[in-house]
């Protein structure tokens, strides 16, 4: 029982990331901007490795977002408000 209660507590926000290496993540940015892509690496200050990403960049203006694509990019972990699991 005290090895279950060790490993619960040893458990961190971040451990949910780690499930999601070589998934695909939906990553909400802050100004109105959100990225999608294959996790490859994160760090403990959410600083992020996507492959295979689109960014959307929404606007008020626009009713459809502008989607940029690129192979691999590197997302700073201070304006990563939420990440989640994303189909492709």
Do not use: W
Not at 30 to 54: F, I, P, T
């Amino acid at each position: 029982m005290s090895t279950l209660r060790t490993e619960q507590q040893s458990q961190e926000p971040l451990d949910l990331i780690r499930f999601q290496l070589d998934e695909f993540v939906l990553v909400k940015l802050r100004g109105a901007r959100e990225m999608k892509g294959r996790l490859q690496g994160y760090d403990s200050h959410c600083n992020m490795v996507l492959s295979e990403a689109q960014e959307f960049i929404f606007s008020e203006k626009d009713v459809e977002p502008i989607v940029k694509k690129t192979e691999m990019v590197f997302v700073r972990g201070d304006s990563v408000i939420l990440v989640s699991p994303s189909t492709e």
